[in-house]
Nanobody, 121 residues
């Protein structure tokens, strides 16, 4: 399974940004997709996850109401739509795939490379 993340960049506080994660090499029917982030000097944190088949979503409290995790089954892609970005959202963002939709990184067996998001005040 290969995950290709893209869409990071440098934005101002209050701006929006959409990250993309394209998946190849496996059907995602029984999988969940997740986004995690890691700020410099900090541990990796859960951001959001979605069950591929049901569409059920899960969000970290820090992003609830500001971020969304839509998926496009026809493209085998999952997105992280980020609104009202804050400087504390600055991090490398990673997409991941695994059998359990949850906030624990151990549930995800496949990881993409990071895409950097920088939010300036």
């Amino acid at each position: 399974v290969q995950l290709q993340a893209s869409g990071g960049g440098s934005v101002q506080a209050g701006d929006s940004l959409r990250l993309s994660c394209l998946v190849s090499g496996r059907s995602l029917g029984d999988y969940a997709m997740g986004w995690f982030r890691q700020a410099p000097g900090k541990e990796r944190d859960f951001v959001a996850a979605i069950s591929w088949t049901s569409g059920n979503m899960l969000y970290a409290d820090s992003v609830k109401g500001r971020f969304a995790i839509p998926r496009d089954k026809s493209k085998n892609a999952v997105y992280l739509q980020m609104y009202r970005l804050k400087p504390e959202d600055t991090a490398d963002y990673y997409c991941a795939a695994g059998p359990i939709r949850g906030s624990n990184g151990r549930y995800y067996h496949h990881w993409g490379q990071g895409t950097q998001v920088t939010v300036s005040s």
